[in-house]
């Protein structure tokens, strides 16, 4: 027994009566994570860490960065490892910079597990349209099209939880004003990004209590099967082109 406010605990009766009570949901049905959001912040290392092993091997961003006729060639892996590539140090302050902001409220409300395949997906979603539409000559690169995702899951969000969404439309607003007025901006990547993010966001944030789990999961792979299939639909396309 320990001496309490009101008369005496057992200890192992309050460890037992702790374990018992039920942690916070979220509304995607994950738990309400408190403290250090780990994955965005491994995520954030994981961008600076390539950045540093590209100014000290010239040739790596090359081999890395999303060009369609590599890609077509079997170099398939370009469609993820362009996603952790960037053009210069205010290209990487940019994207690690609205990753912190934006990261740690969706792996609250998300858990990791939904918020890993957010940002994935949303990279994914992005070179996909890239590689689409691109132009053959143009080698892209850069988180923009995670990070844009976490733009659209942030405004999905926000209209879950009924909160004044004007300053995530604003943010939207002005960096896809950015991105079609300044050249060199690939509005590909930004916009398969946030049409990825938003999808998926809802998916996860207004799939019904019953059978949660199964509509979100079902989202998850059918989303991926559909990018699987336009990926393989352009390579074919693009060796008939050869």
């Known amino acids: 027994m320990r001496s309490a406010a009101v008369g005496h605990q057992c200890v192992d009766c309050v460890q037992a009566a702790a374990r018992n009570v039920p ?97 994935g997906l949303s990279a994914l979603g992005g070179s996909v349209v890239v590689y689409l539409f691109s132009p053959l000559n143009s080698a892209t690169g850069g988180a923009s099209g995670a990070v844009f995702g976490l733009f ?42 946030l049409i990825t993010g938003g999808l998926i966001a809802a998916a996860y944030l207004y799939a019904p209590r019953a059978g949660r789990n199964l509509v979100q999961g079902g989202a998850t792979i059918g989303l991926l099967a559909l990018f699987i299939g336009l990926i393989a639909w352009r390579t074919a396309q693009l060796a008939g082109l050869s």
Do not use: C
């Open 23 to 119: 942690q916070p949901v979220t509304v995607s049905g994950g738990v309400l994570r408190s403290g250090v959001p780990v994955l965005t912040y491994g995520l954030i290392a994981v961008n600076v860490a390539v950045f540093v092993l590209q100014a000290v091997s010239p040739g790596l961003q090359a081999k890395l960065a999303l060009w369609a006729p590599a890609v077509a060639g079997g170099e398939l892996y370009r469609l993820g490892s362009s996603a952790f590539i960037h053009y210069g140090l205010l290209h990487l302050l940019f994207n690690m910079g609205a990753l912190f902001v934006v990261g740690p409220p969706l792996e609250r409300h998300l858990g990791r597990l939904r918020f890993a395949a957010l940002y």
């Open 152 to 193: 659209g899951a942030t405004f999905v969000l926000a209209k879950r939880l009924n909160l004044d969404v004007r300053g995530v439309v604003t943010l939207i607003a002005i960096n896809m004003a950015i991105t079609f007025t300044i050249p060199g901006i690939s509005w590909q990547g930004h916009v398969g990004g």
